[in-house]
């Protein structure tokens, strides 16, 4: 009985979700605001630490739990979102954009990771609370700028590339020092025992292994999957479905973040026979995937965690976030795309911190180095920054829109 109790409780879940996020998207959409945002925020109003707390079910318990089968949906959300922002760009464009992408990840890392290590060491965290609040600071959620560039038609603007590409980088090299951290944590040596020449060897094992999956998707997959060899109906969908999901696990099961496998088939798909196709029937799957995985990342705020000291914190964070995206991603973008705003849109597009930044939360909580209070104040900055990002960047695009361009 449990199991089947254990099902009914995740399918209702994903049903009530679903529909709040589609109410505030309809609601923030009336709004003029970004419709992304309306979707995290009904998670955080239904989530089981706000209304969802007071809705009862048949046997007296809260009727909305985030479950390990919901979560896992919105893990899958998060990789049918990449995949999509991999089918706008092709491999040509990426590697054109190599030198200048490369640089504003890059330092989209760097500038967080040391702010972030000087700040909170300054406020009397130890080395390693240090190390993970500002690893927490570095890899930027592409998602959420992504679904906005696409709501104002701008997938394929310069400043577009350079966000998808740098958050590319940003997210391969964030996922480095992660699992050069965790190891950290996890030990017992601490962090005067750091190797330099292991964690230089860490990273550049991620970066190689995400190279040769670039190449190998970009040689072997259109060949795979051509109109040729799959005749029955929806046989070309499963197959590129099958090869997204499979590269994804690959990719998780090195210790990179599953997404980044997602967009490399995403990226080989681009330039084939079959890319309309599939780049229509994953649209019609993002309508359900996406607005679930906001949803779900809203859902996991705890308000009830939510102190003065916490609020302090939170707020030294989300200023450390900002400003070092900002700069960091920003300012390289104006030397590279030679235009001002564009470069802005660039940093503000790199702002919003996903994924990464629970995981570490997630992380550090469990190996007992961050108190609940510190994981708290970083899942409140990746809300924050996840909120602040889509409203800023639609308001570059108006300025823009009005200014006649």
């Not at 709040?20 to 925020?41: D, N, Q, S």
């Not at 054109?96 to 990771?113: D, H």
């Not at 590339?161 to 030990?187: K, N, Q």
């Not at 679930?292 to 809203?298: C, E, P, R, S, V």
Request: charged share 15%.
């Amino acid at each position: 009985m449990a199991a089947e109790a254990h099902f009914i409780e995740t399918i209702i879940g994903v049903g009530i979700l679903l529909f709040a996020a589609k109410l505030m998207a309809e609601l923030f959409l009336r709004l003029k605001l970004p419709i992304v945002l309306g979707e995290l925020i009904a998670g955080m109003i239904i989530g089981p630490f706000a209304l969802g707390a007071y809705i009862i079910g048949a046997d007296g318990l809260p009727l909305l739990h985030i479950n390990d089968e919901i979560r896992v949906l919105g893990e899958i959300g998060a990789i049918v979102i990449l995949f999509m922002a991999g089918l706008e760009m092709t491999p040509k464009e990426f590697l054109r954009g190599g030198k200048s992408s490369f640089t504003v990840g890059t330092l989209g890392v760097v500038v967080p990771f040391f702010a972030g290590l000087l700040v909170f060491q300054m406020f009397g965290f130890d080395a390693l609370q240090s190390m993970l609040i500002a690893t927490a600071l570095t890899a930027t959620s592409i998602a959420i700028s992504i679904q906005v560039l696409s709501e104002f038609g701008k997938l394929k603007a310069p400043e577009a590339r350079l966000i998808i590409g740098a958050a590319v980088v940003d997210d391969i090299l964030a996922i480095a020092v992660l699992s050069v951290v965790t190891s950290i944590a996890g030990g017992d040596g601490g962090v005067e025992n750091i190797d330099i020449m292991e964690v230089t060897i860490t990273i550049l094992q991620v970066l190689g292994f995400f190279a040769v999956m670039l190449v190998v998707s970009v040689l072997v997959i259109p060949k795979i999957i051509t109109p040729r060899l799959w005749k029955a109906k929806g046989s070309v969908e499963g197959i590129a479905t099958a090869s997204f999901f499979g590269a994804a696990a690959l990719a998780g099961s090195i210790g990179l973040s599953p997404i980044v496998g997602a967009f490399a088939v995403g990226m080989a798909l681009s330039t084939t026979k079959v890319f309309e196709k599939v780049e229509n029937y994953i649209g019609k799957i993002g309508l359900i995937f996406a607005p679930l995985f906001f949803a779900i990342i809203g859902a996991q705020v705890d308000f009830r965690q939510v102190s003065w000291e916490v609020l302090m914190l939170s707020g030294i964070i989300i200023a450390v976030a900002i400003v070092t995206k900002l700069f960091g991603c920003g300012l390289p973008a104006m030397m590279f795309l030679k235009d001002k705003a564009q470069g802005m849109r660039v940093g503000i597009g790199m702002i919003s911190r996903g994924e990464v930044g629970l995981i570490v939360a997630g992380v550090g909580v469990s190996s007992g180095v961050l108190t609940s209070n510190v994981y708290s104040t970083i899942v409140i900055m990746v809300a924050v920054t996840t909120i602040i990002t889509p409203i800023w960047l639609k308001i570059e695009y108006k300025k823009e829109q009005k200014k006649g361009h």
